[in-house]
């Protein structure tokens, strides 16, 4: 049988693990539905994600990755020093900048000699809009956030209604939003509080996608309805929510234990089996994704809360190099509480697909990180929101206003991912809110409830005739249309 021409696509991650990980899912995501992806990144990025393309590969799925050398001696950097990772010091930030401009017509080039029909970019590559329309195919840019953090930011970028009080710790409500959302100044990001470089570069991808074919985020249409039709109508651009794409292409334990820097197979297994000895539902998850180090105080105040929780609890700890007055604190601790078993300790990159998926896992205390938040929901499971950087106090207001599956810790101050911020959360705070979550109450059940709702929705959401499915089958084919109306004599 004559094979079908198949429709070529690229895509082109940005040089961070949060975007790198949902922007590759949602390649293989393609790859499932019969398009020819091409991924390209550098060197040391492939090896988050390569062992996921080699099982797609296996499965007979047309995908592969484009490696190309990150120009680490041309900017100074070590070589292996190439994303904006929890491990990159924040003087190569800028150099990784130049590594990547340097980059910049070495993929323009791979566009055109690969022949991709159309290319699906990170928003972080706003240049990659004018590349495609040089090339006459489309572009379709990704974010790595949420519509209602999107919406949120168009609202203060439009209305500005920050300026509107008098100190930054009197709340403000974000204007023409589908509902009635408050924050501070403080939780703003700071290029939407004041103007910066960022700010600049926020405009740029904002131009970027006004002039693409669409976009596409992680998200599903009944987990923010209203923000996914906002977002729509005040950008007046298309969109197709895609996900949860860490459902849909990780199905298998072997894909799962798979994503992002997996360890050995034993290391693992350690986690896991010690969760298989514990009750259902008794179990908190804590990690803050893979872009945040706290301070050692902090790490002694979490740690104290855990244990005075009472609760079992697997937590994703990153010890940073700061110190602290006393650098045994936290092996003794894990110490005791390996000792007491009640609490397990993983040491840098956790398998949070296979931990969140386990019925012994109650309730997250997470950063409200997008993708955590998707994947939570997918397991439907609560969460104590503890935002931090990027977009977070954002999501945090669709995860505990909106949704209301969250607690709030009660973080008050945005800060950079790369910055410790000024702000210590008690170990009384954290207390309080992991309680109202995990202890018996009519709150937490309500949430639960609610939570394990979402993921029933979820899992329809993906499957045939569902919004998601509809979404990539109907793009999928309006590209299809396209490419062959363009290749007509
Ligand atoms: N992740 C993981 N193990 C870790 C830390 C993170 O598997 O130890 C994955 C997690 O499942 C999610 C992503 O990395 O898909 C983190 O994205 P998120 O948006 O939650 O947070 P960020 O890393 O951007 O702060």
Redesign the pocket.
């Known amino acids: 049988m004559e094979k079908q021409a198949e429709l070529k696509a690229i895509f082109l991650p940005f040089l961070?693990?949060?975007?790198i990980?949902?922007l590759v899912d949602m390649a293989r995501l393609f790859a499932l539905h019969g398009v020819d992806v091409t991924i390209i990144t550098t060197t040391h990025n492939a090896t988050m994600f390569q062992k996921s393309i080699d099982l797609d590969s296996s499965r007979g799925r047309s995908i592969r990755t484009h490696v190309v050398e990150f120009p680490a001696d041309k900017v100074g950097l070590p070589v292996g020093i190439e994303s904006f990772s929890v491990n990159t010091p924040r003087e190569m930030n800028p150099k990784i900048y130049m590594g990547l401009a340097i980059l910049q017509p070495e993929f323009e080039r791979l566009f055109h000699d690969l022949q991709a029909d159309f290319i699906v970019t990170d928003m972080f590559h706003p240049w990659s809009v004018d590349a495609a329309a040089k090339l006459g195919i489309p572009r379709i840019m990704f974010h790595?956030a949420s519509y209602l953090a999107r919406s949120a930011a168009h609202s203060v970028e439009q209305y500005a209604s920050h300026l509107n009080v008098d100190s930054d710790t009197e709340k403000f409500t974000l204007p023409d939003l589908p509902d009635k959302l408050e924050m501070t100044r403080l939780q703003l990001p700071d290029w939407l509080r004041s103007p910066n470089q960022y700010t600049m570069l926020m405009k740029m991808i904002k131009e970027s996608e006004k002039k693409s074919f669409g976009s596409v985020f992680n998200s599903f249409y009944e987990l923010e309805s209203a923000y996914y039709e906002h977002y729509k109508r005040v950008m007046g651009t298309r969109s197709w929510g895609l996900g949860p794409v860490?459902l849909w292409v990780n199905q298998d334990a072997e894909d799962k234990a798979a994503?992002?820097?997996a360890k050995e197979e034993d290391e693992e297994g350690g986690c896991l089996k010690w969760l298989s000895s514990k009750p259902e539902g008794s179990v908190l998850y804590v990690?803050?994704?893979?872009?945040?180090k706290f301070p050692y105080s902090q790490l002694v105040e979490i740690a104290h809360a855990l244990e005075g929780s009472g609760h079992n609890f697997i937590w994703?700890v990153r010890k940073n190099d700061e110190g602290g007055e006393d650098g045994c604190f936290l092996e003794e601790f894990e110490k005791r509480v390996r000792e007491s078993n009640k609490g397990y300790l993983?040491w840098?990159?956790?398998?949070?697909?296979l931990i969140?998926e386990s019925p012994k896992i109650g309730g997250l205390v997470?950063?409200?990180?997008?993708?955590?938040?998707?994947?939570s929901v997918n397991a439907g499971l609560p969460m104590v929101t503890w935002p931090?950087?990027?977009e977070?106090f954002f999501n945090e207001k669709l995860v505990v206003d909106v949704l209301r599956i969250g607690v709030p810790v009660g973080a008050k101050e945005w800060r950079n991912?790369n910055e410790f911020g000024n702000e210590a959360i008690t170990r009384e705070e954290i207390g309080r809110a992991i309680a109202l979550l995990m202890d018996d109450g009519k709150e937490g059940a309500e949430m639960r409830e609610r939570a394990r709702a979402l993921s029933d929705a979820a899992k329809k959401a993906v499957q045939v005739g569902g919004s998601s499915h509809n979404n990539i089958v109907e793009l999928i084919q309006e590209l299809k249309s396209l490419t062959l109306s363009k290749n007509l004599p």
């Open positions: 961070s693990t949060s975007h990980i949902p790595g860490s994503r992002g820097y990690s803050f994704g893979s872009m945040n994703v993983i840098g990159w956790a398998p949070q697909l969140l997470a950063h409200a990180g997008w993708n955590t938040v998707v994947e931090l950087f990027a977070h991912w």
